[in-house]
């Protein structure tokens, strides 16, 4: 198991915190995004030991890690087509399957606190929002920016360059 796929287990796992039951996929990977972006903020690295790729995607960052970490979670999260009434789409809703008492393994204390917080900050907004946040960070503006200077609507495929994430000030003193 690695860090990325005990991190979505938590995610599901911790969402009730935030109240809601359950996350969309897409939900699923902007909070992953911004873990990873904050994890930049605050102290400079990446959140995860392996290499999670995020990639400019029509709707905001992707990363092909996140689907096969998702393909290879399978015992773990289940995944069902939902159609909402106040949504024109069908989305993928995922939940930690009844009956799943996992033990964290790779995933320390500090990291479960980091992940909380991320939660308790942006996990309770609607979608419309959370895509507002993420479209706020650093490395979404860099390729927002590029996609402007070259007149296209996406650079589909572009990679998130988490190196333009700006150290959080007071970490910067304390460093």
Same mark, same amino acid.
């Given at each position: 198991m690695t860090i /990325?796929?005990?991190?979505? &287990? !938590?995610? *599901? @796992?911790? &969402?009730?915190?935030?109240?809601?039951?359950? *996350? @969309?996929? &897409?939900e699923l990977f902007k909070l992953i995004y911004l873990i990873e972006t904050e994890s930049y903020r605050f102290t400079g690295e990446s959140f995860f030991d392996e290499k999670v790729i995020f990639t400019r995607d029509g709707n905001g960052p992707i990363s092909v890690d996140i689907y096969k970490a998702l393909d290879d979670l399978s015992d773990f999260v289940q995944m069902e087509k939902e159609k909402k009434p106040d949504y024109p789409h069908s989305r993928h809703s995922l939940y930690i399957k009844k009956g799943i008492n996992y033990e !964290?393994?790779? *995933?320390?204390?500090?990291?479960? /606190? !980091? &992940?909380? @917080?991320v939660l308790l900050s942006f996990g309770k907004l609607n979608i419309k929002k959370l895509k507002e946040k993420v479209y706020d960070t650093e490395p979404m503006v860099a390729i927002r920016s590029e996609e402007k200077r070259k007149k296209t609507e996406c650079l589909k495929g572009a990679r998130m360059d988490f190196e333009t994430v700006k150290l959080d000030q007071d970490m910067r003193q304390l460093l």
């Open positions: /990325l796929e005990e991190t979505i &287990i !938590f995610i *599901l @796992s911790q &969402i009730h915190k935030v109240d809601k039951r359950d *996350l @969309s996929k &897409i !964290f393994k790779k *995933l320390k204390q500090d990291q479960k /606190l !980091f &992940i909380n @917080s």
